[in-house]
C-alpha cells in the first residue's frame, strides 16, 4: 500500500520541528529518512502515525486521505507502537540474555505483523553488525515479497545504502532532497547534504572565471590555491564577488609523491595525523593552511609530519552557493 505525505508540517511554539515535508513512496519500496540527530526524524514518524499532532499537510494511505483518523484507524504498523508490549514479553525470557538480542526480536516481530504500511524508527541502535545484516535482509524481503511500503528513520548512512530503494534527507526539519542513496552521495543538491552524507572535504572558495569558462577555477579562502571544478550550469556557478562552498570526498583525493599534470589540481601538503580504519586509512593533510583528509586503502610510507603531493581531480569536486 503507497503512502503520500504532502506538506506537512509542525510546530512547537515559535520552533518548527516539520516544515512542508512532502515524499510518496511505493508500493513494496524501502523509504529512508537520513539526517542528523535532531532533524525531525522522529517527530515525523510519529505525525504520519497519527499519535502526534500537525499544524499542517495531509497523508494518504493507498489514495485514501488519513490525516484525520486517529492513530488505531489509519492502519499502520510501527516500531513503537509494539516495544514496550513486545519488551515486557522478552525480558522475561532467560535465554534474551542482552538488549540487542530483545531489540532484535523486537524488530522481527514488527516485520511479522505488518499488513501494508511499516514505520521503523532507528531499529539498529542498539544491534551488532551481523544481527543488522540479518535484519536487513528480513526487510528488504518483507516489502518485495509482501509488497509492503516501509518507512526507515536512522541517522546511519550506512544502513541507507544497505537497506533503502530511495531516501528523503531531512535537516532541520525540512527535506533537502530526495533520490537514490547512491544519487544523494555522489550528487548532492546542497552544501548541507553534502555535509550530512558522510565525510566531505568542505572549504570556502571564489570563482576566478567568467562564467562562460569552459572549467571554472576557484580560489580556495584558506591556502590561497588555485582550483578548477567541474562543469555545472552558469546559475550554479555563484557570483564572482560572493564565497560558495566547493566539495570534494575524502576517497577521490589521490597522494602521490611524483608528477602530475597541474589541471589535477595537485597541491603540496604535509600529513597531519594517520587513522587506520580496517579496510581503509584516514589522512589528515595540510596544504598551505586548507585541511583536506583523504581516505585510502593503505598509507603505506606515510607518517606524521611527510611531505607529499595530493591531487583533487576537478570532475570530483562540487559547488554550492548555499
Known amino acids: 500500500m503507497s503512502l503520500k505525505v504532502v506538506g506537512l508540517s509542525k510546530r512547537y511554539n515559535d520552533k518548527w520541528a516539520l516544515r512542508d515535508v512532502s515524499f510518496e513512496i511505493a508500493d513494496g519500496e524501502v523509504f529512508g529518512i537520513f539526517g542528523p540527530t ?8 510519529n505525525a504520519i502515525q497519527g499519535i502526534t499532532s ?11 486521505d488519513v490525516t484525520k483518523l486517529d492513530a488505531a484507524d489509519r492502519g499502520f504498523t510501527a516500531a513503537q507502537t509494539s516495544r514496550r508490549s513486545i519488551w515486557q514479553r522478552i525480558s522475561k525470557d532467560k535465554s ?15 516485520l511479522k505483523s505488518a499488513k501494508n504500511i511499516l514505520l521503523l524508527d532507528d531499529p539498529f541502535c542498539t544491534l551488532d553488525a551481523n544481527v543488522t ?22 541517522s546511519d548512512l550506512e544502513q541507507i545504502f544497505l537497506t533503502c530503494d530511495r531516501c528523503a534527507v531531512i535537516a532541520n526539519g525540512e ?12 550528487t548532492p543538491e546542497s552544501r548541507i547534504v553534502a555535509q550530512v552524507t558522510g565525510r566531505n572535504n568542505l572549504f570556502a572558495a571564489r570563482r576566478l572565471t567568467s562564467s562562460k569558462a569552459d572549467i571554472p577555477e576557484f580560489l580556495a579562502i584558506d591556502g590561497g590555491h588555485r582550483l578548477f571544478a567541474q562543469r555545472i550550469e552558469r546559475g550554479a556557478l555563484g557570483a564572482l564577488n560572493q564565497n560558495v562552498t566547493l566539495a570534494i570526498r575524502p576517497e577521490y583525493i589521490s597522494i602521490a609523491f611524483g608528477a602530475s599534470f597541474p589541471e589535477d589540481n595537485l597541491l603540496k601538503a604535509t600529513v597531519k595525523k594517520i587513522q587506520f580504519l580496517g579496510g581503509t ?13 583523504a581516505l585510502v586503502p593503505r598509507a603505506v610510507g606515510l607518517n606524521p609530519g611527510d611531505e607529499c603531493m595530493v591531487s583533487l581531480p576537478p570532475d570530483r569536486i562540487q559547488i554550492f552557493k548555499d
Request: proline content about 2%; some cysteine.
Open 175 to 186: 527535506i533537502k532532497q530526495i533520490g537514490t542513496p547512491q544519487e544523494i552521495y555522489e
Open 54 to 64: 500537525i499544524d499542517g499537510g495531509t497523508i494518504y494511505c493507498g489514495g485514501k
Open 38 to 45: 535532531a532533524s525531525g526524524k522522529s517527530t515525523l514518524l
Open 133 to 154: 545484516e540479518k535484519l536487513n535482509a528480513r526487510i528488504r524481503e518483507v516489502a518485495s515479497v509482501r509488497g509492503i511500503s516501509i518507512v526507515l528513520a536512522t
Open 281 to 293: 586509512t584516514l589522512v589528515d593533510l595540510d596544504a598551505s593552511g586548507l585541511p583536506l583528509t
Open 96 to 110: 534474551l540474555t542482552s538488549r540487542g538480542e530483545r531489540e532484535s526480536e523486537n524488530v522481527l516481530s514488527v
